[in-house]
């Protein structure tokens, strides 16, 4: 008997390091963000909508980019993404006002949309069900990745050259890894010639769409009460996640007295943790999965992953010391991430042909979240000038967070 080929564990890793570009180019801006605001004037509020105003492209372009995957196939689409989004990473260090850097931040969230729908109807085509929750915490550990190394690359490179140059300098990896998707991805297992008869039963025996299923309309999804809540669980994980990805940097120079080198070495500790619970949530999931159900799998990673994440960030709020605070709040979101490859695996599961789409559908729920979350998050320092109210707001979320992970699974399984 020929033995299979591995093959789809490229297709992970190659996801991985695609993501880890993409954060990378993300994430920069919020290192940038002190001298953005001194050569712009800018207030925390006007701040806070520059930060918002990618994730609403992000959020606004993610369903047409899931279904253009779902069609089309993510080889194209994802090329065509990372090209798109390294132009305007360069494009953010040109900027000349805050007019201009709106539109830029725009138009950057606009390419790295079609990132993770487009990764979701891969995954629904190349990845069996009992491997996909570690599938996806392998996909979304690369932007742990990317988010841990960014903030020191980026505050050397600020410091030494100015905030203009780092975005220069990390627009540069996307165009490379833009030619190593396209010569090494294919839309279907059966057109890889790396990919033998064996893999493909495999790949086939555990997938819930066969590859030549045409795919469902992008709204199919959202007859799914499922669906429904699912997108707020996106919503309100998210909203405190950005905190983050955007204000993590500013809070700990201008609350805990830490100098931009250091908050920038700091900065990148929610990302470490990240990376590593997605690893161990995935995998946990999946082992679970196997040996009791995939609902009740998903079900415990979920609340273990949201509730401890706010419990970890009430802790850290009370916490006095600067450096364990920033250890404890950065370890919380790390927490969260234990249950995202769940939560990916979830959509594509409710998406069926139309994974793709439900990707989409739930990514921009998360971002919407995401473009609420500075904005409000900016205002209410601006208004309260204290930023322990900031990050209560995010355990609030989290909370309802769970709550709505809760009903997602039951609805899901009252419908199977």
């Known amino acids: 008997m020929t033995r299979a080929s591995r093959y789809r564990y490229w297709i992970i ?33 006007e701040m806070g909508v520059v930060f918002g105003t990618f994730s609403f492209a992000y959020a606004l372009f993610q369903t047409p980019w899931g279904a253009a995957a779902d069609r089309f196939g993510a080889r194209g689409i994802v090329t065509v993404a990372i090209l798109w989004w390294s132009l305007f990473t360069a494009a953010t260090g040109a900027v000349w006002s805050l007019a201009s850097l709106l539109v830029v931040r725009f138009l950057f969230g606009v390419g790295e949309a079609a990132l993770s729908p487009s990764i979701g109807s891969a995954f629904a085509r190349w990845i069996p069900v009992t491997e996909r929750s570690t599938a996806f915490g392998a996909f979304i550990s690369g932007g742990r990745i990317g988010g841990a190394i960014t903030p020191p690359i980026a505050a050397f490179l600020v410091l030494q050259y100015g905030w203009r140059a780092s975005f220069y300098v990390f627009a540069i990896a996307g165009v490379a890894w833009a030619a190593v998707w396209w010569a090494t991805y294919r839309n279907h297992p059966s057109e890889h010639p790396r990919v033998n008869q064996a893999e493909l039963e495999a790949i086939a025996r555990g997938t819930e769409i066969a590859v030549e299923t045409a795919p469902s309309r ?22 405190m996640w950005q905190f983050y990805i955007t204000w993590f940097p500013t809070y700990l120079m201008e609350d805990r007295g830490f100098t931009l080198g250091e908050a920038g070495r700091y900065a990148g500790l929610p990302f470490l943790f990240g990376l590593m ?19 009740r799998a998903r079900l415990l990673l979920g609340f273990v992953a949201l509730l401890g994440s706010a419990a970890c960030l009430t802790v850290g709020i009370f916490t006095r010391d600067p450096v364990a605070a920033a250890w404890i709040i950065a370890f919380a979101p790390g927490l969260g991430d234990m249950a995202l490859g769940a939560y990916w695996a979830t959509a594509v599961t409710i998406g069926g042909s139309a994974a793709g789409a439900a990707s989409g559908l739930m990514n921009s729920a998360s971002n919407f979240g995401g473009f609420v979350s500075p904005v409000l998050m900016g205002r209410v320092y601006q208004v309260a000038k204290v930023w322990n109210s900031v990050l209560f707001v995010g355990v609030g979320m989290n909370v309802l967070a769970a709550l709505a992970w809760f009903g997602t699974l039951r609805s899901l399984r009252k419908t199977s």
């Open 13 to 45: 890793l190659l996801g991985l390091v695609v993501d880890m570009v993409s954060y990378m180019d993300r994430v920069s801006i919020s290192v940038a963000a002190p001298g953005i605001r001194d050569e712009f004037g800018l207030s925390p509020t």
């Open 218 to 239: 992008w709204w199919t999804p959202l007859r799914s009460r499922a669906m429904w809540l699912l997108l707020a669980v996106a919503f309100g994980y998210t909203f």
């Open 277 to 295: 619970a997605n690893w161990v949530g995935g995998l946990a999931t999946d082992f679970f999965a196997r040996r009791w159900s995939v609902h």
